[in-house]
């Protein structure tokens, strides 16, 4: 039982430090926008017409809350 629970630590150690140096490391391309108390990622390419958006993110705390309305 130990060493199942050293095992599943150890993980769960080397998740977070792995998230953490990505954070920092891998930064998306774009800025963080301040709209109305809420920052969203833009990444803006290119000029002309026609505009296309592309929203990612359909989760529970991404676009799908926006598009639901609640």
């Given at each position: 039982?130990?060493?199942?629970?050293?095992?599943?630590?150890?993980?769960?150690?080397?998740?977070?430090l792995?998230?953490?140096?990505?954070?920092?490391?891998?930064?998306?391309?774009?800025?963080?926008?301040?709209?109305?108390?809420?920052?969203?990622?833009?990444?803006?390419?290119?000029?002309?017409?026609?505009?296309?958006?592309?929203?990612?993110?359909?989760?529970?705390?991404?676009?799908?809350?926006?598009?639901?309305?609640a």
């Open positions: 039982m130990a060493l199942l629970l050293a095992v599943v630590v150890a993980g769960a150690g080397h998740e977070f792995g998230r953490r140096r990505l954070r920092v490391t891998s930064l998306p391309p774009g800025a963080l926008v301040d709209i109305g108390g809420r920052r969203i990622h833009v990444d803006c390419r290119g000029a002309g017409s026609p505009t296309v958006v592309l929203v990612s993110g359909l989760d529970i705390n991404g676009a799908l809350r926006l598009v639901g309305g």
